[in-house]
């Protein structure tokens, strides 16, 4: 088995997230293969200190620091046949390994994931987490919101067969986000099978900042159509309901200034997310639960307007 993993700027969780691979009760052999981008902080000097202090783990280069050109090259240097990608801030369960590859074997899979189990530190995050584990936030995709085993479109991060990457050509660089669903796209149209197992649960972290929230998912949007126009027939009603929110809302709000009832359609969607995130934010601090409306409105309108500007450019 290879833990592949991504590094850039992960000094503060970086040393746990390995330990947490290195302590897996997978019986078998087990190296892990740290892809390094140019980090601002002290990274390097913690991977290091890592592969000084246990053999099994290794680290190559990753000079762009753009994460499918980092899979790509810890792929390419990885030894084993089964690849398990991890996050330089992922904290996997003691068993994930081994629940991982004995479901690949199980239902023939060449990828096998799980849940981003969004989890939060200050109210802020764990605002942003209930709405990335809420449908009324992220839609019904399984990986956030869990579900039924079986055969999905995209999992979270990936335990996959070694001949899979290789029959698809591993990660496309091109795609600086979205690379996840792009890659597994690809491996379900060569005949591969990706198999979402729930009992995978990986704790996310999310973002601290409106900001920072804002950003992410602007690119999620902005990518997000790139990746429709390289493979046509794969948006939906899912990806198309934020940019349709964000047009029909604008429409309203500045028809409303002409036909007042116009107005009705902004303030809906206000009680509407009002209302919701009170619901999904159940049982947190009550500062958290009048912050989730307020995500929620961060991440519709960002992926939204990501998605109606998402340049031309970007296309390959």
């Not at 000084?52 to 899979?71: C, F, I, Q």
């Not at 920072?212 to 949007?221: E, I, N, P």
Request: with cysteine; charged share 20%.
């Amino acid at each position: 088995m290879s833990v592949i993993i991504p590094v850039l700027n992960e000094e503060r969780h970086l040393e746990q997230a390995v330990h947490m691979v290195l302590d897996q009760d997978y019986p078998g052999a087990l190296e892990v293969v740290l892809a390094l981008g140019p980090s601002q902080d002290r990274t390097d000097a913690v991977a290091q200190s890592l592969t000084e202090a246990d053999p099994r783990v290794r680290t190559v280069p990753s000079p762009t620091g753009k994460t499918p050109n980092a899979l790509n090259a810890a792929i390419e240097a990885a030894r084993n046949e089964i690849v398990a990608r991890v996050d330089g801030h992922a904290e996997i369960p003691a068993d994930y390994l081994r629940v991982a590859v004995s479901e690949l074997l199980r239902a023939d899979a060449d990828n096998v994931g799980g849940v981003m189990d969004a989890r939060g530190v200050t109210t802020f995050e764990r605002a942003v987490a209930a709405a990335m584990r809420s449908k009324l936030g992220v839609g019904n995709a399984r990986f956030h919101v869990g579900g039924e085993p079986g055969e999905a479109e995209t999992v979270y991060l990936g335990v996959f067969r070694r001949s899979a990457l290789q029959r698809v050509g591993g990660y496309d660089e091109h795609f600086a986000r979205a690379q996840d669903w792009e890659l597994n796209h690809r491996i379900r149209t060569t005949g591969g099978r990706v198999w979402f197992v729930p009992e995978l649960k990986v704790t996310y972290r999310p973002r601290s900042t409106v900001g920072a929230l804002a950003r992410q998912y602007f690119l999620y949007g902005r990518w997000r159509r790139i990746v429709a126009k390289h493979h046509e027939g794969t948006i939906s009603a899912r990806y198309l309901a934020p940019p349709t929110m964000v047009v029909g809302t604008s429409l309203a709000i500045v028809l409303g200034f002409f036909f007042w009832p116009a107005w009705v359609v902004p303030a809906g969607y206000l009680v509407a997310i009002t209302v919701g995130g009170i619901a999904i934010s159940s049982g947190e601090p009550v500062r958290t639960r009048l912050e989730t409306p307020m995500v929620l409105g961060v991440m519709h309108w960002c992926w939204g307007i990501g998605f109606i500007t998402s340049p031309r450019a970007l296309a390959r």
